[in-house]
């Protein structure tokens, strides 16, 4: 579920990779290359609590989102390249999932995404203007990235 090409959101790989907001944390897998950020989270039939991926893309920009081939609602944040959040957006499982309808846009440039499990991100007090954490292996990516 993103930009450019509009990258979905429900796969990537596994590591120490980790975003915090205020007291939450999620454990995400990476999405910073075309392939893996157009894949997404798409084909999973759940998303584990806690869990996510965190799409990287190489300089900010505005960011399109959609739920191909996705069968779980996901929360999406949108985060700058400063680590703020910039947009928050509730993206909810298409009728049908192989032709989404609907398209998420970051209302400003981000350079980051998180989806998690929908939900998540209300239930932590999560808001447009949260500084954002990218730990571990997130980190690494952020910077190979620029």
Do not use: N, Q
């Not at 990258?7 to 897998?29: F, L, Q």
């Not at 989270?41 to 739920?67: S, W, Y």
């Amino acid at each position: 579920m993103v930009s450019a090409a509009v990258p979905a959101g429900c796969h990537s790989r596994p590591g120490d990779a980790r975003v915090r907001i205020g007291r939450a944390e999620w454990k995400v897998e990476i999405a910073a290359d075309e392939a893996s950020r157009r894949r997404g989270l798409g084909g999973r039939r759940e998303v584990p609590a806690g869990t996510g991926m965190l799409f990287v893309f190489p300089r900010e920009a505005p960011r399109r989102f959609h739920m191909l081939d996705c069968y779980v609602p996901l929360d999406v944040a949108f985060i700058s390249s400063r680590g703020v959040i910039v947009d928050i957006r509730t993206m909810v499982v298409e009728p049908d999932p192989a032709h989404p309808a609907t398209i998420y846009s970051s209302r400003r440039p981000a350079r980051y995404a998180l989806e998690v499990p929908a939900g998540e991100l209300a239930a932590a007090g999560v808001k447009v203007g949260d500084r954002v954490e990218l730990l571990g292996a997130a980190r690494d990516a952020a910077k190979a990235a620029r």
